[in-house]
Every structure is written in C-alpha cells, then in structure tokens.
C-alpha cells in the first residue's frame, strides 16, 4: 500500500529515533535534510514552463519533485545550488531518476523568459542524466505566494535609481515536492550533491 505524506514523515523519523535507541536503520540516521511534520501544503499557483504546458507544483505529475526558486543571472547561490542538484540526480540509479523531476521557478520573471531559462538548465546537463528539467514562472505576487506556501522567502523586486531592478534576496533551499503536492522535506544550500543523493534515495524508499 502507498505510504500517505504524512506516513513517510513519520516512518523517518521513527527510524531516526530507533536508530538512536539502538536500532539499525543507518540511513535514516544519516538523513541531511530537514524533515517537515506536517509537510508543507504546496499552493496550486499556476506556472508557464520551459515546456510550453502549464504545471502546478500541487501537481506536480513525478512522484518527487526538487524545487529550486531563483533567477537565472544570479552569480553565486543559485549556480552553487543548481550545480548540487545537478550532481545529485547523475548519482541516482536509473530507476530512481526516471522518478524525479527539477523545478526552477524564476524569481525574475520579466527576464526569465521559458527560452533562457531552457539554456540555463541545459548548462547543468540535468536531462541529460535521463532527469526531467523544467523551468516555470509566475507574477512576483504569484511566485511569493507559492514560495510563502513552501517556507521560502522571496523578496518584492525594488526599481533602481539607476534602472533595472534590486531582486531582493529569496530562500535558497531545495524542496522536496511528492506526487500529491506536499512537500515533507527541505535541503539547506550546503547540502551536497552525495548528501542530496542519498536523501532522494531515502525519500524514495519511504514513500
């Protein structure tokens, strides 16, 4: 029978807490991401992708999906993030990879147009490892909705004297979206992509 959200949650953290009393479930034990119980209730914000459909992350049609927020002329966070999830899914057997997914939702959603963020994800080569890449966006109101409904932050954008626009600052955690749309775990941006890797395996086998 398949195992609720909520149901995968707490058989991890039950493995966690049998782990320390002596148990043997290594892998629990050595989960880097944070659990989140009750998981996250994913808003059903309606995103334009690199793919010309529309997606909703409620929705999300994987059964595990790893959502990223941020903007593709980022020069540091979002590279070092993206970089991890990329070699994260290379770690994956075949058959675990054919059942995730990677959002990118832009922050920037008048530059991030679907065709530059379809280069910008083909450059980490994610499809290449047989992993769904797609990239979707929003208005800023929509994009802060759906990132408030996940625990991410995501700043208004401010109008520059000078032209252009501050982007603000937005969370830099990856998010573990399931097939029905909640979201029961989180990875900080330090995560690294065998830490990564190893976690999605857990989640996996979990659900």
């Known amino acids: 029978m398949r195992r609720t959200p909520g149901a995968v949650v707490t058989a991890l953290l039950s493995a966690v807490l049998l782990a320390g009393c002596g148990g043997s ?7 880097t991401g944070t659990l989140v119980d009750p998981p996250f209730e994913v808003a059903g914000t309606t995103l334009a992708t690199t793919t010309g459909e529309d997606l909703s992350l409620a929705d999300p049609g994987a059964r595990l999906t790893l959502v990223f927020f941020g903007y593709t002329t980022c020069p540091d966070v979002c590279p070092l993030v993206m970089s991890s999830i990329a070699g994260a899914v290379n770690r994956l057997d075949e058959d675990d990879r054919s059942q995730v997914q990677v959002a990118f939702v832009t922050t920037d959603p008048k530059v991030d147009t679907p065709p530059v963020m379809q280069d910008y994800l083909d450059g980490y080569g994610i499809e290449q490892a047989g992993v769904t890449a797609v990239g979707g966006r929003a208005s800023r109101d929509e994009t802060v909705e759906l990132g408030e409904s996940v625990g991410i932050f995501v700043a208004d954008a401010e109008e520059l004297e000078s032209g252009g626009f501050d982007l603000g600052s937005h969370g830099s955690q ?9 979201a029961p775990a989180f990875w900080n941006q330090d995560v690294s992509p065998a830490q990564l890797s190893a976690d999605i395996e857990t989640l996996l086998s979990e659900s």
């Open 174 to 182: 990856v998010i573990a979206v399931d097939a029905s749309g909640q």
């Open 25 to 31: 479930s290594s892998s629990a034990t050595e989960f």
